[in-house]
């Protein structure tokens, strides 16, 4: 199949399979995630890697993200015997690590508002973060097996949670008002 997308420019830098990618809001600049245990930030103008932006990770990087007001960025993954979560707060330089998980971290979101951060494992749980104090807001929910995806909407009150099964679907119907609630509310799809 031919494609019908024609790349404007290629970048080469990573040596393992890229698992994620983020825009910066001002889309002149790019994340990526990768196997090969950095994050590399990409300018889109110069068509080159802001080399004193890479961050080295202790284990593979499954998830990127980067909020909406460009404040934070995130990088999460790990192994099957490691677990990491890194925040960097753009302007200051700071990381933070969060600690929650207990096995690798596959996916993550950002709330619109940037003030939240959904994370989901293969510890078979999602987590919902403040990214100002890095404490634990919602959660953890239990799921029936590990989450490949999760995704808030955007009003920030729900949260959509793709399980590795395909065709499960669990939405928390409300983010906040469900703290004590330990499983999602499920929604099976089938196609």
């Not at 068509?47 to 909020?67: L, N, Q």
């Not at 707060?89 to 690798?104: A, D, L, M, P, R």
């Not at 239990?142 to 949670?161: I, P």
Request: charged content about 25%.
């Amino acid at each position: 199949m031919r494609s019908i997308l024609t790349p404007s420019i290629t970048f080469e830098g990573h040596g393992e399979l890229i698992r994620s990618i983020s825009y910066f809001a001002d889309g002149e600049r790019m994340i990526s995630g990768s196997e090969d245990k950095t994050v590399r930030q990409w300018d889109l103008k110069a068509g080159k890697e802001i080399e004193s932006a890479r961050s080295v990770c202790e284990g593979d990087v499954w998830a990127v993200a980067v909020s909406g007001d460009g404040r934070w960025v995130v990088a999460a993954g790990g192994d099957w015997n490691s677990v990491e979560l890194k925040v960097c707060e753009v302007e200051t330089g700071i990381v933070k690590t969060f600690e929650g998980h207990s096995n690798q971290i596959t996916c993550v979101d950002i709330s619109a508002d940037s003030t939240l951060l959904a994370t989901g494992a293969k510890d078979f749980t999602v987590r919902v973060w403040n990214l100002d104090t890095g404490k634990i807001v919602a959660g953890p929910f239990e799921s029936v097996a590990w989450v490949s995806a999760v995704r808030f909407s955007q009003d920030s009150k729900k949260l959509a949670v793709r399980l590795d099964m395909g065709t499960c679907l669990e939405v928390c119907a409300s983010v906040l008002d469900k703290q004590k609630q330990k499983h999602l509310d499920r929604i099976h799809l089938y196609g």
